[in-house]
Nanobody
């Protein structure tokens, strides 16, 4: 499966962005999807994930209550709505896919898209 992330940009603290990740190549609805991020000099960290059905979601504590992951299987797209953004949310955001896994470990995902830069100014 090929993944294409978009929607990043520059936003002021307290603002919002919505990231999108369009998938192609195989049956999107059968894949669990996730978002990770990586800030300069830091390891890639888990942000959020969603089961293939969309009924189960998983969030990092640092984004819980501010970010929402969702999916539209008819459009082969997963979204990450980010509200109340903070400067520490600045990172390159990556979308991921896996047939079975929607956990917090990067090694659990088989497919990765290119990143999209999110910059939050103070």
């Amino acid at each position: 499966v090929q993944l294409q992330a978009s929607g990043g940009g520059l936003v002021q603290a307290g603002g919002s962005l919505r990231l999108s990740c369009a998938a192609s190549g195989r049956t999107f609805s059968r894949y669990c999807m996730g978002w990770f991020r990586q800030a300069p000099g830091k390891e890639r960290e888990f942000v959020a994930a969603i089961s293939w059905s969309g009924t189960t979601t998983n969030y990092a504590d640092s984004v819980k209550g501010r970010f929402t992951i969702s999916r539209d299987n008819a459009k082969n797209t997963v979204y990450l709505r980010m509200n109340s953004l903070k400067p520490e949310d600045t990172a390159v955001y990556y979308c991921t896919a896996d047939p079975d896994y929607y956990g917090r470990e990067p090694s659990g995902y088989d497919y990765w898209g290119q990143g999209t830069q999110v910059t939050v100014s103070s």
